[in-house]
């Protein structure tokens, strides 16, 4: 008989889980709500950024001469 290891009961029930939480995020409308919600958020987190324009990422391009 092959014995088991919490790990792998750990494992096993953390997949389980995640699948579970997939499925009632997916499948109901409290759970499409709040993915929509998640998505506009991150939407209007990402266009409200402000971004760094004193280090040009070019400078990192070893094939680019005018770069270095």
Known sequence: MQTVSVHRVYQLSGIIAAILLALLLVGTATGRNALAWI??????A?????HIHAFPMDRLDPTCPQCM
Not at 39 to 44: A, C, D, N, R, V
Not at 46 to 50: G, R
């Open 39 to 44: 998505y506009l958020q991150s939407t209007e």
């Open 46 to 50: 990402i266009a409200n950024a402000t």
